[in-house]
């Protein structure tokens, strides 16, 4: 039996090594200007969070943030706590509006004051608002929408700043069209005044402090009504890009919008009830209805129907279920009706999992996101460092008009926020990752979608992963002069304490032939060989080639049986006694029908492939020749696949590893990617795989490649945009061209761009 028992052995380790490899992926922050903030959020509104969880000494707690839009709020919240001691950490989550803190104990209200001081509006969970199971989770709800502001006040302004322009092309008195911009400019820019305020007061140029300096310029320059317009239209251009960043925010609202609010849940009466989802609890039993949306995960008792499953795994044909199987919440079920016992609570289902996961994957900066933070924060002091020698040195030293080079450093400094540059990153990462969530590929950060389009080699375990992992018995021959019938009671015994698939496949032929079992003492299994243990006193072994070989039973004649049957994609389990083997078992597995597309399909995208398996050399040669994989390795222990990762990499290949998520562990560790297979419903692989797929489908794999090499494309592009429109408008207005709405107008509509073009991926 290969590898028996690996499964428990040799991967309870997993959640440890990957850890240690997402550390390499820790968050990396930069504060950076970028666009304003949205609306205050009203202070009453119910947090979603979770409450205050202990770190060693130090408390994390995480604390929802209305106004957190972007890099222009972290920037100020990290000058703040940079002066505070008791902050030991900051984790910023901009797209979930989430700041997580780790702080001294006692020091929350210091820094729910210092977020106030701020003009922000802090929201922590009450302590008993969620389950202990929780406090290691951010929220799986939908972010909160923002506070409306009045469209009047807006209205007013863009009245009062069109009437002011009139008045000075009707040659009005002066005073009337000062007196209407001043309006326009205290109906819609007061807010922008006070936010350039506070940010100023603390040291940061962001673009509230840009925009207050820039308007203040031109009212002092009695610029009137350019100072009224430029204020109109940037509290226009935050309204359309709040809406745009707002959809990228909610990328994967859909998902969870995909349950229902209550399921029919059986009673102690035996009566069906509506009842609400965090009221139902484990083992309660659900009835779902044709047409109706899965509620909670669960496993079918009665009945069966036909499931839509697509929202999970993005297939795109309903999933047979009868009794026993496993249904998922946020699944749709199609014509029949079945009742289903609850294997997972409302917090803690499949889809609230994936939600999860996609969330923290949001908060984590892929290298492109930080290089672009990096830049912006020498960006902006660059530019408002140019902007100043504009207005001084002409009119200081070569004569120039001062009104004419101060109105052109007023130009640049709205030119100086990188906004666009800032938010081009998240928003692209965003979407690429809501779109692979959509397809039924969970990755769990932008750093991994960045390096799947760099992925040279691709490594896959086989039981469970090429092939089915369902083998069965095909043959058994005695090959000593034992009892057939005691043999067979002996290995199925001896299997029947093995999770391993080939295991699991002699002791179901067993049963099917009535073959009875006997205790078994000093169980042993031996990690990608087989297992050991004693049966009324005599010790037994059942295991592959390889293990016969450790132990010396292996002979000419027994080697040329084993090896015509490894030939023909076998795999052979010995059972064996202290002197010679007794029996052979033949078990055979099947290849999936999609292997051989999705290792075409990753040729095509130049990557090649490579099988490590425990199975005896010959078996994975057969497996390998018949789905097209380009070098197979048989007898591969766990440190084996580990030590090929290893010297892959060491050549210079970027190397995946696709595994079951609970086998191979330190492989899947190892590898610059890691993929679990089958992650449905398995909790260990959705928390601990770089990327997981929701169902069996290797096809899903080019697929993330292809999607990529799409996102890569899409960065590109919205930093030479974002770049681009700045460098142009800064030649401009240099020139004597550029106008401040003119400015306004590249600064609002780079953003935009960006946000549209990295909207482009869901649509993928």
Not at 119 to 143: G, H, L, M, W, Y
Request: proline share 5%; aromatic share 6%; hydrophobic share 50%.
């Amino acid at each position: 039996m290969p590898h028996a028992h690996e499964a428990n052995a040799d991967r309870a380790e997993q959640p440890d090594a990957c850890a240690h490899k997402h550390q390499n992926h820790a968050h990396d922050h930069a504060g950076g200007g970028c666009c304003g903030a949205s609306a205050h959020a009203p202070a009453q509104l119910e947090a979603q969070l979770l409450p205050s969880e202990a770190l060693g000494g130090d408390v994390r707690t995480a604390i929802r943030i209305m106004q957190m839009d972007c890099p222009t709020e972290e920037a100020l919240i990290r000058k703040k706590f940079s002066r505070m001691p008791d902050v030991r950490g900051m984790e910023f989550n901009l797209m979930q509006r989430v700041l997580t803190v780790v702080h001294a104990p006692g020091a929350l209200d210091s820094i729910l004051a210092a977020l106030r001081s701020l003009d922000f509006t802090p929201e922590i969970a009450r302590p008993d608002s969620q389950s202990s199971q929780q406090a290691a989770k951010p929220p799986t709800q939908p972010v909160a929408p923002r506070q409306p502001r009045p469209w009047w006040p807006l209205a007013f302004a863009g009245v009062a700043a069109a009437a002011s322009e009139a008045a000075g092309w009707l040659g009005a008195p002066v005073w009337m069209a000062a007196g209407l911009a001043i309006i326009a400019i205290a109906s819609c820019g007061l807010t922008t005044y006070r936010k350039g305020w506070l940010a100023i007061r603390h040291g940061n140029l962001n673009i509230n402090a840009l925009m207050s300096i820039a308007v203040t310029g031109a009212l002092i320059l009695r610029q009137w009504p350019e100072a009224a317009m430029v204020m109109v239209l940037f509290t226009i251009a935050e309204l359309i890009e709040a809406k745009s960043l707002d959809r990228a925010r909610n990328a994967i609202q859909g998902l969870m919008q995909l349950t229902p609010e209550q399921a029919s849940v059986q009673q102690p009466d035996g009566t069906w009830r509506l009842t609400e989802l965090n009221a139902i609890a484990l083992g309660a039993l659900v009835r779902v209805r044709p047409g109706e949306r899965i509620a909670l995960d669960g496993e079918l008792v009665a009945g069966r129907s036909s499931v839509d499953q697509a929202p999970i795994t993005g297939e795109s044909l309903p999933v047979d279920k009868t009794v026993g199987d496993a249904v998922f919440a946020g699944t749709v079920n199609q014509t029949g009706s079945f009742d289903y016992r609850v294997t997972a609570v409302a917090s803690n289902t499949t889809l609230a999992r994936i939600i999860h996961a996609v969330e923290e994957a949001q908060g984590t900066k892929a290298p492109t996101q930080r290089f672009v933070d990096q830049f912006a924060r020498v960006y902006t002091p660059f530019v408002f460092a140019v902007a100043l020698a504009v207005a001084l040195v002409p009119p200081l030293f070569f004569g120039g008009m001062w009104q004419a080079w101060i109105y052109k450093a007023l130009v640049m400094l709205v030119i100086a926020c990188p906004c666009a540059l800032v938010i081009s990153t998240p928003v692209t990462i965003v979407s690429g990752l809501a779109a692979a969530a959509r397809k039924g590929i969970l990755i769990k950060g932008g750093a991994f979608l960045e390096q799947g389009r760099k992925l040279s080699r691709l490594a896959f375990d086989k039981t469970g992963t090429i092939t089915h992992g369902k083998p069965v018995q095909t043959e058994f021959v005695m090959l000593a002069d034992a009892d057939a019938a005691r043999c067979r009671t002996l290995a199925a015994s001896l299997a029947a304490r093995s999770d391993h698939p080939v295991s699991m496949a002699i002791a179901a032929a067993a049963k099917n032939d009535d073959v009875g079992n006997v205790t078994v003492d000093s169980f042993e299994a031996f990690a990608g060989r087989g297992v050991r243990g004693e049966i009324n006193g005599l010790t037994y072994w059942l295991g592959n080639h390889r293990l016969a070989e450790e132990l010396g039973r292996c002979s000419p004649s027994l080697e040329a049986r084993l090896d015509a049957l490894e030939r023909q994609g076998k795999t052979v389990v010995l059972l064996s006694d202290a002197r010679r083997v007794l029996a052979l078992f033949a078990v055979a597995d099947t290849v999936k029908e999609t292997s051989s597309t999705a290792i075409a399909e990753l040729h095509r995208v130049g990557v090649a492939t490579a099988m490590l398996t425990g199975d005896n050399p010959h078996t994975a040669a057969a497996i390998a020749q018949q789905v097209g994989i380009d070098e197979a390795r048989g007898n591969q222990l766990p440190q084996d696949k580990l030590d090929a990762i290893a010297q892959w990499s060491a050549e210079g290949a970027k190397i995946g590893m696709v595994g079951d998520g609970i086998n191979d562990a330190p492989a899947l560790a190892r590898a610059d990617i890691g993929f679990a297979m089958g992650a449905m419903g398995t909790g260990t692989a959705i928390e601990t795989a770089d990327v997981a797929l929701m169902d069996d489908d290797l096809r899903k794999i080019p697929l993330f490649i292809r999607l990529s090499n799409a996102t890569h494309a899409v960065l590109v592009q919205n930093i030479a945009l974002a770049l681009g429109i700045k460098s142009v408008f800064l030649v401009l207005t240099v020139m004597g061209l550029g106008t401040m709405w003119m400015a306004v107008f590249a600064d609002v509509g780079a953003s935009l761009l960006v946000v549209a073009n990295g909207l482009r991926l869901l649509r993928k």
